[in-house]
């Protein structure tokens, strides 16, 4: 079965946090989801700089869609939530938008391990995040 980006954008259009956010799904393969978020004033800090709950939630959503592909490829799973995440923030984006690309390193039955490198539209390496995931049964 197809991927149908389309299908999956309006399922996660009903996360409405991260849809408030500005971040749009970019682009889906099994190996690699990509989302991005534009740098406003809303997702800036007391001191100016791009505040880490909003660099978080472009990771995590990048995170959510890549882990629960298997819904959209037909298989009889549940939907996978997060279990455990660490993030390291790494730089301060200094460009207009960030950029979240993700990989899978481990999927299990229930269980699956997930990269998301976070970086800004100049390519500075801003946040590194692993997300373990879990399957919930159907």
Do not use: W
Not at 90 to 112: D, E, H, Q, W
Request: aromatic share 8%.
């Amino acid at each position: 079965m197809e991927l149908d980006i389309e299908r999956i954008r309006a399922f996660f259009m009903k996360d409405r946090f991260a849809t408030n956010a500005g971040i749009v799904i970019d682009s889906v393969t099994k190996e690699e989801v990509q989302c991005s978020m534009p740098i406003t004033s809303e997702h800036l800090n007391a001191a100016g700089t791009v505040q880490g709950g909003a660099i978080f939630t472009l990771a995590d959503l990048t995170f959510g869609v890549h882990s629960n592909l298997r819904l959209f490829l037909g298989e009889n799973v549940g939907i996978t939530v997060g279990q455990s995440i660490s993030i390291s923030y790494l730089a301060t984006p200094k460009g207009k938008r960030l950029i979240a690309r993700s990989v899978c390193l481990s999927s299990r039955r229930n269980v699956s391990v997930y990269r998301v490198e976070v970086r800004d539209d100049l390519g500075n390496f801003i946040a590194d995040m692993r997300g373990n995931g879990f399957t919930k049964a159907v």
